[in-house]
């Protein structure tokens, strides 16, 4: 399983967060799969987010014989080769003070029919 995760700069809330990306990897999560790749674009906090996440949950997930992996890509590889990828869910972290109306990847995402889930806390 693949997961993108990616935010913007004023995207602090870790719980909402933390919540975002357990229901996606409940929702993706297919019996057989053994492993979860989590790939963040940024920025700074959500890629510290996202090696804290991985951090706290990778013994519960080998206990269930799942190995995790993350790893950082640039947002703008990810918009150039987004098909490349085969992601199965695609999250977007926002804050409220951010006034953003179009997020490509998001856009990118449904057109090839990803499961995707824009947050903005």
């Known amino acids: 399983m693949k997961i993108l995760v990616y935010g913007t700069e004023t995207f602090t809330d870790y719980s909402t967060f933390m919540r975002g990306l357990i229901v996606a990897i409940e929702d993706s999560l297919y019996a057989n799969d053994s492993k979860i790749e989590v790939y963040t674009a940024g920025p700074h906090k959500v890629n510290d987010f996202t090696a804290e996440f991985i951090n706290r949950t990778e013994g519960f ?61």
């Not at 950082?72 to 590889?77: A, E, F, G, L, V």
């Open 61 to 121: 997930f080998k206990q269930k014989k799942i190995k995790t992996k993350f790893s950082r890509i640039r947002k703008s590889d990810v918009i150039e080769n987004f098909d490349s990828y085969s992601f199965d869910h695609v999250l977007s972290f926002n804050s409220k003070s951010d006034q953003k109306l179009f997020d490509v990847i998001i856009d990118k995402a449904e057109t090839s029919k990803v499961p995707s889930s824009y947050y903005k806390y």
